[in-house]
């Protein structure tokens, strides 16, 4: 399963504390970050996580992310 939330995450420093606060309460994720997107996109990839655990890690630490519908038959 992959999920793609758009976020106000703005620096490199930023994701060094978020992943791993994610990765405590959802093991086993493969979590990435494109900074350079004007939506500072993450994109999470794992067997089985609910996007509102993902949405509160982040909350918690004082950041936004809306989880981006999909279409993965749009992707090549």
Do not use: W
Request: glycine fraction near 4%; proline fraction near 4%; aromatic fraction near 6%.
């Amino acid at each position: 399963m992959v999920k793609v939330f758009k976020t106000d995450v703005l620096y490199a420093e930023m994701v060094k504390a978020i992943i791993p606060d994610i990765l405590r309460q959802v093991p086993d994720l493969k979590i990435t970050f494109d900074l350079e997107d004007e939506d500072k996109i993450m994109r999470i990839e794992g067997d089985s996580f609910k996007a509102e655990d993902i949405l509160f890690c982040l909350k918690k630490q004082g950041h936004s992310c809306i989880e981006l519908p999909i279409d993965l038959n749009l992707i090549g």
